[in-house]
């Protein structure tokens, strides 16, 4: 059994930043990527960041030069800085782990970007 443990999430105000956090755990087997995905209210599901466990990149467009995502591989963490947070990017953050055996989703945790 696989588990995501995320952290992180929260209310600031536009401009600021928060730090997302996500620790894997179980069976994971092989990891090939870990990542961010976020769903904001009547959205879908984008991709906000993934890396790679040789620590290759790729961020959606809209976060691209304010978030950066790093990657513990001994602990099977992944973080997320999240910098000049505006109002869209309000929305539920999801920890992904891409593993051989498949992908696995996080609970979800919420960041809020008041104007």
């Known amino acids: 059994q696989v588990q995501l443990v995320e952290s992180g999430g929260g209310l600031v105000q536009a401009g600021g930043s928060l730090r997302l956090s996500c620790a894997a755990s179980?069976?994971?087997?092989?990891?090939?990527?870990m990542g961010w995905y976020r769903r904001a209210p009547g959205k879908q599901r984008d991709l906000v960041a993934v890396?790679?466990?040789?620590?290759?990149?790729n961020y959606g467009d809209s976060v691209k030069g304010r978030f950066t995502i790093s990657r513990d591989n001994a602990k099977n963490t992944v973080h997320l800085q999240m910098n000049s947070l505006n109002p869209e990017d309000t929305a539920v953050y999801y920890c992904?782990?891409?593993?051989?055996?498949?992908?696995?989703w996080g609970q979800g945790t919420q960041v809020t970007v008041s104007s």
């Open positions: 179980g069976s994971i087997g092989s990891i090939n990527a």
């Open positions: 992904g782990l891409h593993t051989s055996w498949g992908s696995y």
């Open positions: 890396i790679t466990s040789g620590g290759s990149t």
